[in-house]
């Protein structure tokens, strides 16, 4: 008899039904880029404002993604033991109170709290957006699903920019800028409250009566024929809470494989940063070229707009090349291409070409990225084990900022710096190459071989590929 895992990840996609969920979900991630994004568009302006340094404005960038850190452990970890659903919804909501206060700041150093505060808030998203689409998604779409949900990034980060450019005429109020998705998130967080429950979670909770009636529901909605399938024994042992739960379920992702997780954090470390020092830096680089205001706006406008492309095309590319290779190749690529801007960014055509190219090859790494680690953990594992890969990577592109500011470009300039940072990544490929698994194909809850993993109540069995 079939599990009721099992029977959720064979059903037929329809977009009246797991389409709604991917794009409640999107829309969520949507506000987790428009906010990154916006850190770069804040930096000058807030610094001109409160006559900051080069590295105090790094600092409005690192206020926000080290709370962003914070909340990608601790809502991955509450989402594994409180639900998606409820995580789901509340996680906006901090982010909007908190946002609404940090337009009011009086002063810089309430700003970088509120900024912090509304990080913790905004940095739950991710993770437990990712954990519910995979969980609700037919196993047979899963990558592309997956890797279409990242096309939500670059449109935020587009919309940011456009918002952001058109307001430069009406003075480039930075608090103006700050509240422009208050209202929306908002009205998200109202609308997330009809999500059901992931079926998947409640299978693994052993919440029968209610992991039946999704899953029931389900069947009906998409039009598949009804089976019998049964619902596993639940996990009776005490539970941990608080930073104590956040520990234990650490501890559990590198029981579960140390290679697997070492791989995975490397990854989101390497990519994620070359990511966001472009993302949070490139208006003001851009800016110290000579551009005004408007030119190194749109600049970064012009890198996520070509993004959306690149997620489209990443998403044709998943399913058929795999995920090891699309990540492999075009990561690798996104960074020297930033070598090449640093290079030619003193020539009139060529630096915003340099940034097009930067921008597209990124997009196809990132989206395989956050499906793989959707992907390679078991359901108990999956919402902490990518939130400690998503925290660990805005943990060290938290500070980047900072550090780029003060450090690295000051000292080593531009190329150099790139350079770096791109040797990195290529050698966090490598280490993937070797240590973690193809996952195309695969059942959710298996481990490299195909056998089914049991993770949580009966972590002692959990393999060590």
């Given at each position: ?259 697997i997780t070492s791989a995975v954090w490397l990854m989101f470390a390497t990519i994620m940063l070359v990511y966001y ?189």
């Amino acid at each position: 008899m079939k599990s009721g895992d099992q029977i959720v990840q064979e059903l037929p996609w329809r977009w009246g039904v797991q389409g709604k969920v991917f794009i409640i979900g999107g829309l969520g991630y949507l506000f987790d880029a428009y906010d990154i994004a916006l850190n770069g568009f804040l930096m000058p302006l807030v610094g001109k404002e409160f006559d900051l340094t080069l590295g105090q404005r790094g600092l409005v960038a690192t206020a926000n993604l080290v709370g962003m850190a914070v909340g990608a452990v601790a809502w991955g970890s509450v989402a594994d033991r409180i639900g998606r659903k409820k995580a789901f919804s509340v996680t906006l909501l901090i982010f909007a109170v908190f946002s609404v206060l940090g337009a009011a700041s009086p002063t810089y150093w309430i700003f970088l709290l509120l900024r912090f505060l509304a990080g913790v808030g905004l940095g739950g998203c991710i993770p437990v957006d990712y954990a519910l689409v995979s969980e609700f998604s037919p196993r047979k779409y899963r990558g592309r699903i997956l890797t279409a949900l990242d096309l939500w990034w670059p449109i935020g980060v587009t919309l940011c920019g456009l918002v952001s450019t058109a307001m430069l005429p009406l003075g480039g109020n930075w608090r103006w800028m700050l509240l422009t998705m208050t209202l929306p998130a908002l009205l998200l967080f109202w609308v997330r409250r009809g999500v059901p429950e992931s079926p998947v979670y409640l299978s693994e909770k052993g919440r029968e009566r209610e992991a039946r009636a999704v899953i029931d529901d389900l069947v009906v909605r998409t039009g598949a024929s009804p089976q019998p399938y049964g619902i596993p024994r639940p996990d009776d042992r005490p539970r941990t809470k608080g930073l104590a739960a956040a520990a234990e379920q650490l501890r559990l992702i590198w029981r579960f494989s140390p290679r697997i997780t070492s791989a995975v954090w490397l990854m989101f470390a390497t990519i994620m940063l070359v990511y966001y020092a472009a993302l949070s830096w490139m208006p003001s680089i851009l800016k110290a070229e000579g551009h005004g205001d408007t030119a190194a706006f749109t600049g970064t406008t012009v890198m996520s707009a070509v993004g959306i492309l690149g997620v489209i095309v990443s998403t044709a590319l998943v399913d058929v090349v795999g995920r090891k290779w699309l990540i492999g190749v075009t990561a690798p690529l996104a960074a020297f291409s930033l070598v090449v801007f640093a290079l030619v960014r003193e020539q009139e055509t060529a630096p915003l070409v340099a940034i097009a190219v930067f921008g597209f090859l990124v997009q196809l790494a990132i989206p395989v990225l956050y499906a793989y680690a959707s992907e390679v953990y078991p359901t108990p594992l999956r919402a902490s084990g990518f939130g400690w890969a998503s925290s660990v990577s805005r943990s060290l592109t938290g500070f980047a900022p900072l550090l780029f500011g003060s450090v690295l470009w000051p000292v080593l300039g531009l190329p150099w710096t790139f350079g770096v940072l791109a040797v990195a990544v290529l050698l966090a490929m490598g280490w993937m190459a070797v240590a973690a698994p193809e996952t195309k194909g695969r059942e959710l809850d298996a481990d490299p071989m195909g056998v089914p993993q049991v993770v949580g109540g009966a972590a002692d069995s959990a393999t060590t590929p």
